[in-house]
């Protein structure tokens, strides 16, 4: 249910990422900078992966070229484009979407954490700041 709330922002920063590269290509100067962006992910799962990877390359101004289960290369035409993707705000969306390990509700003070490694079952929570083993927290 979550990855339907995914699709209307995946399609605002289209139309964002459109009106950008128009610029560029009206610009007389052509202001671009290309480059090879290693963009680290902590997804975890291969279908997650895939999105992430598929809309970037839908996102004009930027392109998937490879894929790995913890790393993707994407191609960026400009500044612009590659604070994009420095952002990641893609991820975190795709995250929320399918309900990554790495969140957790913590029963200390009711608010999400999340863990500094999503396969390891030891968690710091931001509000409390406390460890959070398996049994003090639990998935969401």
Known sequence: ARLVLYWPWLFWEIVKSNINVTKIILDP??????R??????NLGSNPAVV???????????TVTIEVSPSELVVHALDDGS????????MERKIA??????????????????FSFSPY?????????????????GFWV
């Open 36 to 41: 090879l962006v290693e963009y680290r992910t």
């Open 29 to 34: 100067k052509l202001p671009i900078n290309p």
């Open 96 to 113: 929320e979407a399918f309900h990554s390990r790495g969140q957790i509700w913590c029963l200390r003070c009711t608010i999400f954490s």
């Open 120 to 136: 390891l079952f030891l968690f710091i929570c931001i509000g409390c700041f406390k460890a959070l083993p398996s049994t003090i």
């Open 82 to 89: 590659s604070s994009d993707l420095e952002s990641k705000a």
């Open 51 to 61: 999105l992430l990877g598929n809309s970037i390359t839908l996102t004009p101004g």
